[in-house]
């Protein structure tokens, strides 16, 4: 059985999501995947989804860092926006290529993020979040 029901991944790089997709089937951790190269599409789909339909909400999102247009930062700042009685019920971490320490710092800062991991994605790092983050 799947961990989760609906896993988001936000990331430009087109490549790095073929390649978490393909990971987090492999490893049984999510029904659905649905990939986002543009922060801002992610958000107006979230967005859509809290007002018309909560139930279709991710219950995981993977956030980069550093893209074109709206970056990580960004779209944490628009998140918050989203009913709290909805966001309350999805994970979000960022996955990013970055490894300076003050976006390490400033990431685990964000009340919304639960916990920051390097890249690439693993099977370890979906293990990390089944064992501490799922209850």
Same mark, same amino acid.
């Given at each position: 059985?799947?961990?989760?029901?609906?896993?988001?991944? $936000?990331?430009?790089?087109?490549?790095?999501?073929?390649?978490?997709?393909? $990971?987090?089937?492999?490893?049984?951790f999510?029904?659905?995947?649905?990939?986002y190269?543009?922060?801002?599409?992610?958000?107006?789909?979230?967005?859509?989804?809290?007002?018309?339909?909560?139930?279709?909400?991710?219950?995981?999102?993977?956030?980069? $860092?550093?893209?074109?247009?709206?970056?990580?930062?960004?779209?944490?700042?628009?998140?918050?926006?989203?009913?709290?009685?909805?966001?309350?019920?999805?994970?979000?971490?960022?996955?990013?290529?970055?490894?300076?320490?003050?976006?390490i710092?400033c990431?685990?800062?964000?009340?919304?993020?639960?916990?920051?991991?390097?890249?690439?994605?693993?099977?370890? $790092?979906?293990?990390?979040?089944?064992?501490?983050?799922?209850?």
């Open positions: 059985m799947n961990t989760f029901k609906k896993v988001i991944l $936000i990331d430009d790089d087109q490549i790095n999501n073929f390649v978490c997709e393909t $990971i987090i089937k492999s490893e049984k999510a029904d659905t995947v649905v990939s190269e543009w922060a801002e599409d992610a958000l107006a789909n979230l967005k859509k989804s809290a007002e018309d339909a909560p139930e279709e909400f991710p219950e995981l999102i993977f956030l980069d $860092i550093n893209m074109p247009g709206m970056d990580g930062w960004r779209f944490l700042e628009e998140y918050r926006k989203l009913p709290e009685n909805i966001t309350s019920k999805c994970s979000l971490f960022m996955l990013s290529s970055a490894v300076d320490r003050e976006d710092i990431a685990k800062g964000h009340a919304e993020v639960k916990d920051f991991f390097s890249k690439p994605l693993s099977p370890e $790092i979906l293990s990390i979040i089944r064992e501490d983050f799922v209850s």
